[in-house]
């Protein structure tokens, strides 16, 4: 079994900048595709970023595509995601992810997540 913990969510002024992190634990992530995926009242959870277990492969939504950056370190089981120029339209709840399938940019249905951390950006 695997846990995910995020970390650094918060309240930010529009165009500042926040990093996420997700933690894991519990057993190793080799081999699983990282994403991190939001979703606010009311919609349905989107997909944000997804990162290959190599790191070599990544893939974002338009929406955030030149202001967001995921990146990951196997050794410390932890993902990141930088999230810069932010807007209000980026409020939500972000969630982590591992998925063992990732292909043209499309994650498989994850196997784990993690609880979830609110990002809130005020205009």
């Known amino acids: 079994q695997v846990q995910l913990v995020e970390s650094g969510g918060g309240l930010v002024q529009a165009g500042g900048s926040l990093r996420l992190s997700c933690a894991a634990s519990?057993?190793?992530?080799?081999?699983?595709?990282m994403g991190w995926f939001r979703q606010v009242p009311g919609k349905e959870r989107e997909f944000v970023a997804a990162?290959?277990?190599?790191?070599?492969?990544?893939y974002y939504a338009d929406s955030v595509k030149g202001r967001f950056t995921i990146s990951r370190d196997n050794a410390q089981n932890t993902v990141n995601l930088q999230m810069n120029s932010l807007k209000p339209e980026d409020t939500a709840v972000y969630y982590c992810?591992?998925?063992?399938?990732?292909?043209?940019?499309?994650?498989?249905?994850?196997?784990?997540w993690g609880q979830g951390t609110q990002v809130t950006v005020s205009s």
């Open positions: 990162i290959s277990w190599s790191g070599g492969s990544v």
């Open positions: 519990g057993r190793t992530l080799s081999g699983y595709a």
């Open positions: 992810a591992a998925s063992i399938a990732l292909a043209m940019g499309v994650m498989a249905p994850p196997d784990y």
